[in-house]
């Protein structure tokens, strides 16, 4: 009977020391998540994107502005409980860009630590879930456009992170940028598009995209992947100084009411501005990007 009881006695002890190392990781894994993200938001607070001009939206999750003021509940699915704006938190303006769902059904999701660097991002389903931002101040202008991402499916076409919702037809009055299929990024203007060659989707990768448009230098297009330069392979007859004529019902994540297709992975942050930025400015963000976002420059 001795034996018996000292023998529970031990199994409760051991059932104890169990729930106190769980505990114990449980809080370290908090406490790790929490640095991560304080390091994020004091990156994001002193990044060059602030002291560069042109901004014409800033969007990304870290920061408490970026939903309110209120750091949201995770909720991976999105829908009811999802983002219904996203915030632009471009210090140079008071009138501020911000991404806007249509409906509660179109809310993406959001989650802490699921995705790119273990940092907050908004998950995007594939299926009905996007945003709108207003797009118009990109009309006959040169633009810098940079996008932290990591898709999650290498399955259909025309997966792009920014697109319209208006339909497709009219060239040059809709920008695209993202997965054109598995193997190939595209950078569009509707029936003005460029196709960059990437390997085919197996398993998520993060990924940092940088565009500059310049109408008036001789090679008004470039593209970088993680830093580097990539080829422009020209679809169709594209002319590559043309600037967007119009850009009305902007998206994040959906592509044309005709096409009606989703972007399906997480998005970390989206930069643009309104002109052509110097390399050096664009080297200083993709930097920024890098550090903030752990993803390796090339």
């Given amino acids: 009977m001795n034996k018996k009881a000292f023998s529970l006695i031990e199994l409760?002890?051991?059932?104890?020391?169990?729930?106190?190392?769980?505990?114990?990781?449980?809080?370290?894994?908090?406490?790790?998540s929490r640095m991560r993200l304080a390091a994020a938001r004091s990156l994001t607070q002193s990044s060059p994107v602030n002291s560069i001009r042109d901004i014409v939206g800033w969007f990304e999750t870290t920061t408490e502005k970026s939903f309110g003021g209120n750091e949201p509940e995770e909720d991976f699915d999105g829908g009811s409980g999802g983002i219904s704006t996203w915030y632009d938190i471009n210090p140079q303006t008071t009138y501020p860009n911000n991404a806007t769902s249509a409906s509660t059904t179109n809310n993406p999701g959001y989650t802490k630590s699921e995705s790119i660097g273990y940092l907050p991002t908004l998950r995007f389903n594939g299926s009905d879930q996007y945003l709108m931002f207003d797009g118009t101040t990109l009309a006959n202008s040169n633009y810098s456009i940079f996008v932290v991402e990591q898709r999650t499916t290498g399955d259909g076409d025309y997966k792009y992170m920014i697109a319209s919702a208006e339909p497709a037809g009219v060239p040059n009055q809709l920008l695209q940028v993202g997965y054109r299929n598995s193997s190939t990024l595209t950078w569009g203007q509707f029936n003005n598009d460029y196709n960059i060659d990437v390997e085919a989707y197996s398993a998520p990768v993060a990924r940092i995209h940088s565009l500059v448009f310049n109408s008036s230098a001789a090679t008004p297009r470039f593209y970088y992947l993680n830093g580097i330069s990539q080829t422009l392979n020209a679809n169709d007859?594209?002319?590559?100084s043309h600037v967007l004529d119009s850009y009305t019902n902007a998206t994040f994540g959906f592509y044309g009411t005709d096409q009606n297709v989703f972007y399906q992975g997480y998005i970390g942050e989206i930069i643009i501005f309104s002109r052509a930025l110097k390399t050096e400015e664009r080297l200083a963000i993709e930097a920024y990007l890098g550090k903030?976002?752990?993803?390796?420059l090339n």
Avoid at 237 to 240: A, I, N, S
């Fill in 12 to 32: 409760s002890i051991v059932i104890l020391i169990i729930g106190i190392l769980i505990a114990g990781v449980t809080q370290s894994s908090r406490l790790i």
């Fill in 237 to 240: 007859t594209p002319d590559p």
């Fill in 292 to 296: 903030k976002w752990g993803i390796k």
